[in-house]
């Protein structure tokens, strides 16, 4: 269906329409007067906003900080989720014992964490990459775990046979075929880490682009809060970008298709 679209120039093309419409759109009902600009400014305004930003420094201090946030956050996120995705994936006794407490605290919702992670590590930024981390463990872990136990019996059989057992059956036979369900749960991970980081921003910081969107609010600057969106989706976009290029080196055994593609 439509073999234009197999062209991967047209196909990121094609993924600039809608918002390209819905910025004329915006644009129009600004200009119209349809839409209180104290409510929601123009993109000409925003745009003027990123300028001042930009030339005043502040916009690459705010973007960098949060940028480390997020990523440091990630790791660790990962690497707790790796560590008991795999203990209790392929040890039920570990299963039993840890898994009922994580699914418990995975509905604790991000906010209820922030009066507890002050108490216990201040402001500072400690807290914060602690409360991005618990957002990117729970969806790693989870994927991670429904991997595990997804893992056709047959092929643990075969390094059985062949000999392998304990953490050498994990690494070439556990790991391997839940890296579907690992790459899945990352890139799940790195968009909480995003959606955590707002969260984390409100808690006594001074720069970050959560900061700049609530320093907004309370300031009465709407175009200040709509640019912090915009940076908001445009780096989740390209991290997420990134999420998936990495995915696909770690799958490269995999082959791929997309609905309607010809093969």
């Not at 690497?79 to 604790?108: K, M, Y």
């Not at 968009?191 to 970050?208: N, P, T, Y």
Request: charged content about 15%; glycine content about 10%.
């Amino acid at each position: 269906m439509l073999r234009w679209i197999d062209n991967r120039a047209v196909r990121a093309g094609v993924g600039f329409l809608v918002p390209l419409l819905l910025l004329l759109a915006w644009q129009y009902a600004t200009a119209a007067g349809r839409i209180a600009p104290n409510q929601l400014p123009p993109p000409s305004r925003v745009l003027d906003t990123f300028k001042d930003l930009a030339v005043s420094g502040e916009l690459y201090e705010h973007a960098r900080i949060t940028i480390y946030r997020v990523f440091t956050g990630f790791v660790l996120g990962v690497a707790a989720a790796l560590v008991l995705g795999v203990l209790n994936g392929c040890f039920p006794l570990f299963r039993h014992l840890l898994d009922p407490l994580l699914q418990a605290l995975r509905n604790i919702p991000s906010m209820a964490w922030v009066p507890l992670f002050i108490l216990w590590m201040g402001i500072y930024e400690t807290s914060k990459i602690t409360l991005i981390a618990v957002g990117v463990f729970f969806p790693v872990y989870l994927n991670l775990l429904t991997g595990i136990l997804s893992v056709d019996r047959k092929l643990i059989e075969v390094g059985w046979v062949y000999g392998y057992k304990g953490f050498r059956l994990i690494w070439h036979f556990f790991l391997p075929a839940t890296l579907p369900s690992l790459v899945v749960g990352m890139r799940g991970g790195l968009s909480l880490g995003w959606m955590f980081v707002v969260a984390s921003e409100i808690m006594g910081a001074s720069k970050g682009l959560g900061f700049l969107m609530t320093d907004g609010q309370t300031t009465g600057r709407p175009a200040i809060i709509v640019a912090s969106l915009v940076l908001f989706a445009v780096f989740g976009k390209l991290t997420d970008v990134g999420m998936v290029w990495l995915g696909k080196r770690m799958l490269y055994w995999q082959p791929a298709s997309e609905p309607g593609s010809k093969a």
